[in-house]
C-alpha cells in the first residue's frame, strides 16, 4: 500500500491570515524561517490575506528529511516547490515579498508562473550570493566553503546562531 503524501503546505508549516481580497507571500531567506515576518503579519493580515512559510532547510521544519541538498541544488527547485506550494493553497495571483534568497526564487518563479505574481518585492535580495572579478556583493568563496563546512559538521549549532 503507498504512503499518501503530506500536502506541501503542511510540509512546510504554511500559516494563512487575514481575508482581504488581495494576497501577499511572505518568504524567509537562509538561516531565518517565517517567524521573520510576526511583527508585520498582524498589521497586514487586517486588509489582506497574508501567507508565510518555512523553506525545507529551516529549523523548524520537523521533518528535516525534507530537504534533500540533491534536490536543492539549484534556486529553480525552490521556485518549483513555491509554484507548487501557491497552486495547492488556490493563489491565483499575490504580492511576493522575498528576502534575500527568496528574492531570486520568487524572480525565478515569477518567470515561470507570472500569472501567479502580481508584483515582486525584493529585500536584500542579490543576483549573485558569490564576488567574482567584476562583482562584488556576494561572499568569497572561502566564506561559502566555511558556511558549509560549519553546517555539516555540526547543522544545530549553526541553526541555532542563525535564528532558525
Known sequence: MATP????????????????SETIVFCHGYGTDQSIWDKVVPILAQNYRVVVFDWPFAGTVKDQKLYDPLKYSSLEA????LITLLTEIGIKSATFVGHSMSGMIGCIASLKRPDLF????????????LNSDDFE?????????????????????????NGS
Do not use: H, W
Open 5 to 20: 503524501k503530506t500536502a506541501l503546505s503542511a510540509l512546510l508549516k504554511t500559516r494563512i491570515e487575514g481575508s482581504g
Open 78 to 81: 525552490f521556485a518549483d516547490d
Open 118 to 129: 502580481k508584483r515582486l518585492v525584493l529585500v536584500c535580495a542579490s543576483p549573485r550570493f
Open 137 to 161: 556583493g556576494g561572499f568569497k568563496n572561502s566564506d561559502v566553503e566555511q558556511l558549509i563546512s560549519t553546517m555539516e559538521n555540526n547543522y544545530e549549532e549553526f541553526a541555532s546562531q
